[in-house]
């Protein structure tokens, strides 16, 4: 099945069930409106022809009506019921017995029911295969305070952790101040050439530690000034099973960038925020934006040494030498996010009776009942009625001090995380700008359906935009979370007709 026809598949069935609740009343009223009809039609037959000629001409012929929908009736319609029957009673036990609301239960500890341990895995083929664990824990010292410990183990023995602890009110003052520290070795990270595809093999083991502050500007606190300081040790050591991968280029030289080879970043952070969504990680309405700058100082790289062989197998020793240049570097960025809640009800999140509703409706599949909320009379509530649209510009500049010598990790990265989800292999150059816009409605209690539409843009100075560099992903997926905190997402991304990039991710690609 070609990607343009299961979207819409899939986008048709997300729609129609997410309508589940106004599935009844829909009913009825359509079948007023039938009856109606069908009183009009016998009047004016009556008036042309005998009823009994009426009734033997329905009885004996099929209207165009019948005629487009037999093959739904008797083709469609079986394959969904057998699709679904599998996991109909199951999720039937679900509802019944409470098994989703008992595993929320499961994971959540604490008097307070303040703390979340849970796992996460990633099951993709090759070394992106993961077991990890999460846990959270609110108010673990003090008041407001809250704690996020994170570990991944990958299938090839790399592996990811982080510990991140912040605190909101400070001294009885409206501070906010968040410390992190991360740290993880990755044997199949790699690097591109800023300004082209171009991809190699970049091992890199990386201890990163932050700490920043903010205060709010008004007495609302929706504009915030923070500042915030890091120390990030880098370490690209070359594995000899790599020797072969080295990128040896005039255009991007292994001593100007640190490729291979070792340093200390020291980032100086100021950022002026503006925030009056009204949940953190599922907002409805409102709107937020950033002002950042990053001013990045820069040691000199520790040199590489290695052997290597020519053509005619003659062993040589290579070795590069850090040339004292100014490796330091400015990263601005400008994030800008809208949120529109659309009907009358003013009400996007389900409450659990609603959303256990919901889940009977996947169960009790019919083709009928999907098909109802698309009659002309429903259309606009179907579309239009407790939906959010989600809109986000974004646009990262990097300017380096002296021009080619900053470090290869200077450069942002346009991948699935910018957001452009349909590309797995990113892209990544000087200055990148993006715009993405999602339509999300709600499934479940914790579970959001999501239809995304976004496009890139990359520059090597920023007056030379040009729509030779201009990318466009589409696709469509679910977020888990709860209105204060993101669990996780899966998302099928698409460029064009070119394949399919599967996203599952913890990460949230914007709030």
Do not use: C
């Amino acid at each position: 099945m070609k990607p343009v026809v299961f979207f819409l598949l899939v986008l048709f069935l997300t729609f129609s069930a997410a309508n589940a609740e106004g599935v009844s009343a829909d009913s009825a009223a359509t079948a007023k409106k039938d009856s109606v009809a069908t009183a009009v039609t016998d009047t004016t037959a009556k008036a042309d022809s005998s009823a009994t000629d009426k009734e033997d001409d329905s009885e004996s012929g099929m209207s165009w009506i019948d005629f487009l929908a037999w093959p739904f009736i008797h083709i469609v319609q079986p394959v969904f019921n057998v699709a679904v029957y599998p996991i109909a009673q199951p999720i039937h036990y679900a509802v019944d017995n409470g098994v989703i609301e008992k595993s929320v239960d499961l994971i959540t500890f604490g008097e307070n029911r303040n703390i979340l341990i849970y796992p996460m895995m990633n099951l993709k083929p090759g070394t992106a295969t993961m077991l990890g664990f999460v846990y959270r824990h609110r108010s673990i010292v003090l008041p407001k305070d809250y704690v996020v410990l994170e570990s991944q183990f990958f299938a090839n023995g790399d592996w990811y952790v982080s510990a991140r602890y912040s605190k909101q009110g400070i001294g009885g003052l409206p501070l906010y101040t968040a410390f992190r520290y991360q740290q993880y070795w990755d044997r199949d990270a790699f690097f591109l050439v800023p300004g082209s595809r171009d991809k190699y093999v970049q091992p890199d083991s990386t201890i990163y530690v932050s700490w920043r502050l903010s205060a709010p500007l008004d007495s609302y606190r929706h504009w915030n000034l923070g500042g915030g300081f890091g120390l990030r040790y880098n370490d690209a050591s070359l594995p000899e099973k790599l020797v072969d991968s080295i990128l040896v280029d005039d255009r991007y030289t292994i001593e100007s960038r640190g490729l291979y080879q070792s340093e200390f970043q020291f980032p100086m952070e100021i950022s002026l925020v503006f925030d009056n969504l009204d949940y953190s990680f599922a907002p409805t309405r409102g709107r937020r934006l950033v002002l950042s700058g990053q001013y990045v100082i820069v040691n000199p790289y520790s040199g590489l040494a290695f052997d290597s062989y020519d053509s005619t197998g003659t062993r040589e020793s290579l070795f590069f030498q850090d040339d004292a240049a100014n490796h330091d570097y400015i990263r601005t960025e400008i994030v800008f996010q809208q949120y529109i809640l659309l009907g009358k009800s003013k009400k996007f999140h389900m409450s659990p009776a609603e959303a256990r509703e919901s889940r009977r409706f996947y169960s009790d599949f019919s083709l009928d009942e999907a098909l109802r909320p698309w009659h002309p009379s429903n259309v606009m509530n179907t579309l239009l009625e407790r939906r959010v649209l989600a809109f986000q510009f974004r646009m990262i500049n990097v300017f380096e001090r002296e021009k080619g010598e900053a470090p290869f990790n200077a450069f942002p990265n346009v991948n699935a995380r910018f957001p452009l989800r349909g590309y797995a292999d990113a892209f990544t150059a000087y200055h990148v700008m993006g715009f993405s816009m999602e339509y999300r409605w709600p499934i479940d209690r914790f579970v959001d359906g999501v239809i995304f539409d976004e496009y890139a843009l990359h520059a090597p100075e920023i007056d030379e935009w040009s729509m030779d560099h201009f990318f466009n992903s589409w696709g469509f997926g679910v977020r888990v979370r709860k209105p204060d905190m993101f669990w996780f997402r899966v998302q099928f991304g698409f460029h064009g007709l070119h394949g399919v990039n599967l996203v599952m991710t913890i990460a949230p690609e914007y709030r």
